[in-house]
Structure formats: structure tokens, C-alpha cells
């Protein structure tokens, strides 16, 4: 895997006093290799209330760069990470205000408040499974990650549910693509797979699966990240460990955040189907041959918070 340069980029919205006092204190430089939006960096460190507030704000600016997507997309601004309802990398049906309730900018902070609940600190490696379904959700955890100093070490994949990250050019690899290449975030991805049915969109018509495979390739390449093209079921959460595994090192996992229903995260097995979303129990719940990534993380021991259904979650975390 290509190393990832450290790289600030001090976005042109800023105020120029801001940007040149933000790129003399703080340098250009992550300590961790990591892309760091400059204006996260002085907030990492700081007491659980500052660094809320600087999620909060950090996802703030990068609505900013909502409105950019919202441009390119000629939508507006309030629906920029509301896809079709149909395309041809459609892969589930999906509920348009659980998409509209995942994109309210309540979520950072909440995300911030939830990950310091459970224990999480600077430097702690989280892993994440992030889908296209929701990628307002995708960016609201990198924002709070990023703002906390957290180590996110992502795998992304590109086919999603109705009226999510849905249209070629808007998937959520590709969305990621352009906010690193505006300097909005650090890149999160460590690797990118098609998703759907064994993590090679198997699920889609030949065109759509074709298309899925060719923008994972592009944007695993773009980032510098890895490009998941299992074999079948097991070969696919099999890579994702491996990859999780790799990027720890001899840290452990203090977290493993999945968004969204992706097969190598939900695995094959009904047992799933009886998990309430956040953070989950620490008992194993499924010791099937075709549990996911989900039990998979619970039987290692490592925190889990799962988020599918969104309008439950949101009510329960008061997101408004």
C-alpha cells in the first residue's frame, strides 16, 4: 500500500488570519502520518466539552464543503448526500427520511460524546465499516474521529441503499475523494470494496456491478488505500480483519463503528437481525460460520457500535 503523505491544506473559505495563524502554530505535519484538516488540530487534546465543540465546528466547515458537492451535483445544499432513489449501483431499498435524519449536523457532536463515553481517547485506533448508504454518517465519524486525534482505519464501500451516496461521481468513496482533495478531511479509507452481495456487488446487473468495481479501483488508488476484491463471503471478512490487523499494529482496537448493511459487516447469518443499534453488548451473540464483522468484533472483546437504523438511533441520542 502506497505511503500516505502528511499533508494540511488550509481550505481557501478560511479567513486568511485564521489560515496563516493556524499553518504557523501548528505546522503541516500530523504526529501520526494522518491528513488533518488544520482547524481540528488544535482541539484534539483538549477536555471532553472542547472537544465536542470542535467536532460540532469541524462538521460546520466541512458543510461548507457540502455546498460545494451540492454545486457540482446542481442540487441544493440540503440534499447534496441525498442521492436517487434508483441507479444502477443500488443495491437495498432504503427510507428517504432516514436518509434526510443521518444528514442532520446534530451527529458529530453526538458521535464525540458517545465515542469519550466509552472510553476513547487521542491516539486510540478505531476501525470502521462504512458503506455508501449513509455518508452523511461516513462524515460526521471522520469529522468526530479527526477531531478527537483518533486513528480511524476505515474499509468504504461504494454500492448503497436508495437515496444514499448512489450516483456515479457521488458515491462515498468518491465523496471522500474530493473532500481529502480540498483538505475538508483526512483520508479514512484504508480500503475500498464494490460492497453488495460478497463484497464484489454481485447483487447489481452486470453494468452496475462493472461500474462498482471500476470507481473502487479508481478511488482505492486515489487514496492511497487497498482495493478489497474478495472471492466469496469468507475472503472478504477475512481481508478486512487482516487490513484492521495491519494498521493496529501492537495497538489494540479500542473501537469498531459499522454504518450501514454491508454483507462483510452484517454478515449471512439471522442472528444480526436481533441487534439493537449503538453500542452493543459485550456477549457474543451468533457463533454461526456466516457471522460478520459485527460478532466478529464483539467475540474479540472490542466495543462495537452498530448503526443501521438510523430513526431509532437519532431518537435515542436526542439528534434533532
Given at each position: 500500500?502506497?505511503?500516505?503523505?502528511?499533508?494540511?491544506?488550509?481550505?481557501?473559505?478560511?479567513?486568511?488570519?485564521?489560515?496563516?495563524?493556524?499553518?504557523?502554530?501548528?505546522?503541516?505535519?500530523?504526529?501520526?502520518?494522518?491528513?488533518?484538516?488544520?482547524?481540528?488540530?488544535?482541539?484534539?487534546?483538549?477536555?471532553?466539552?472542547?472537544?465536542?465543540?470542535?467536532?460540532?465546528?469541524?462538521?460546520?466547515?466541512?458543510?461548507?464543503?457540502?455546498?460545494?458537492?451540492?454545486?457540482?451535483?446542481?442540487?441544493?445544499?440540503?440534499?447534496?448526500?441525498?442521492?436517487?432513489?434508483?441507479?444502477?449501483?443500488?443495491?437495498?431499498?432504503?427510507?428517504?427520511?432516514?436518509?434526510?435524519?443521518?444528514?442532520?449536523?446534530?451527529?458529530?457532536?453526538?458521535?464525540?460524546?458517545?465515542?469519550?463515553?466509552?472510553?476513547?481517547?487521542?491516539?486510540?485506533?478505531?476501525?470502521?465499516?462504512?458503506?455508501?448508504?449513509?455518508?452523511?454518517?461516513?462524515?460526521?465519524?471522520?469529522?468526530?474521529?479527526?477531531?478527537?486525534?483518533?486513528?480511524?482505519?476505515?474499509?468504504?464501500s461504494v454500492t448503497a441503499s436508495s437515496f444514499g451516496a448512489t450516483e456515479p461521481g457521488?458515491?462515498?468513496?468518491?465523496?471522500?475523494v474530493r473532500l481529502v482533495n480540498a483538505g475538508v478531511v483526512g483520508a479514512a479509507s484504508?480500503?475500498?470494496?464494490?460492497?453488495?452481495?460478497?463484497?464484489?456487488?454481485?447483487?447489481?446487473?452486470?453494468?452496475?456491478?462493472?461500474?462498482?468495481?471500476?470507481?473502487?479501483?479508481?478511488?482505492?488508488?486515489?487514496?492511497?488505500?487497498?482495493?478489497?476484491?474478495?472471492?466469496?463471503?469468507?475472503?472478504?471478512?477475512?481481508g478486512r480483519l487482516a487490513l484492521f490487523d495491519a494498521a493496529r499494529g501492537r495497538a489494540?482496537?479500542?473501537?469498531?463503528?459499522?454504518?450501514?448493511?454491508?454483507?462483510?459487516?452484517?454478515?449471512?447469518?439471522?442472528?444480526?437481525?436481533?441487534?439493537?443499534?449503538?453500542?452493543?453488548?459485550?456477549?457474543?451473540?451468533?457463533?454461526?460460520?456466516?457471522?460478520?464483522?459485527?460478532?466478529?468484533?464483539?467475540?474479540?472483546?472490542?466495543?462495537?457500535?452498530?448503526?443501521?437504523?438510523?430513526?431509532?438511533?437519532?431518537?435515542?441520542?436526542?439528534?434533532?
Open positions: 500500500m502506497p505511503a500516505r503523505r502528511a499533508i494540511i491544506r488550509v481550505p481557501p473559505w478560511l479567513p486568511i488570519g485564521v489560515g496563516a495563524v493556524l499553518t504557523a502554530v501548528l505546522g503541516i505535519a500530523a504526529a501520526d502520518g494522518t491528513r488533518l484538516p488544520a482547524w481540528l488540530t488544535p482541539f484534539r487534546d483538549g477536555p471532553p466539552a472542547e472537544v465536542e465543540r470542535a467536532a460540532a465546528s469541524a462538521t460546520a466547515v466541512w458543510h461548507r464543503a457540502v455546498r460545494l458537492i451540492a454545486d457540482a451535483r446542481h442540487t441544493s445544499p440540503d440534499d447534496a448526500l441525498i442521492g436517487r432513489e434508483t441507479s444502477p449501483l443500488v443495491t437495498t431499498l432504503g427510507d428517504v427520511e432516514a436518509k434526510r435524519v443521518s444528514a442532520s449536523p446534530s451527529w458529530p457532536a453526538a458521535f464525540v460524546r458517545e465515542f469519550h463515553r466509552e472510553g476513547l481517547r487521542h491516539g486510540d485506533v478505531v476501525a470502521a465499516s462504512l458503506s455508501g448508504s449513509f455518508p452523511a454518517l461516513n462524515l460526521a465519524i471522520v469529522s468526530a474521529a479527526q477531531a478527537m486525534g483518533l486513528r480511524l482505519v476505515a474499509v468504504s457521488f458515491t462515498w468513496p468518491e465523496i471522500e484504508a480500503g475500498i470494496s464494490a460492497g453488495g452481495d460478497g463484497d464484489r456487488a454481485d447483487d447489481l446487473e452486470e453494468d452496475g456491478r462493472a461500474l462498482a468495481r471500476a470507481i473502487a479501483a479508481r478511488c482505492a488508488r486515489e487514496l492511497g488505500a487497498a482495493l478489497i476484491d474478495p472471492g466469496s463471503f469468507d475472503e472478504a471478512v477475512r489494540r482496537l479500542a473501537a469498531f463503528v459499522n454504518v450501514g448493511g454491508t454483507q462483510a459487516a452484517l454478515g449471512r447469518s439471522t442472528a444480526i437481525l436481533k441487534v439493537q443499534n449503538g453500542w452493543l453488548p459485550r456477549e457474543p451473540f451468533d457463533g454461526s460460520a456466516g457471522r460478520g464483522m459485527v460478532a466478529l468484533m464483539v467475540d474479540r472483546g472490542v466495543p462495537v457500535l452498530h448503526i443501521l437504523n438510523v430513526r431509532d438511533l437519532a431518537l435515542r441520542w436526542g439528534i434533532l
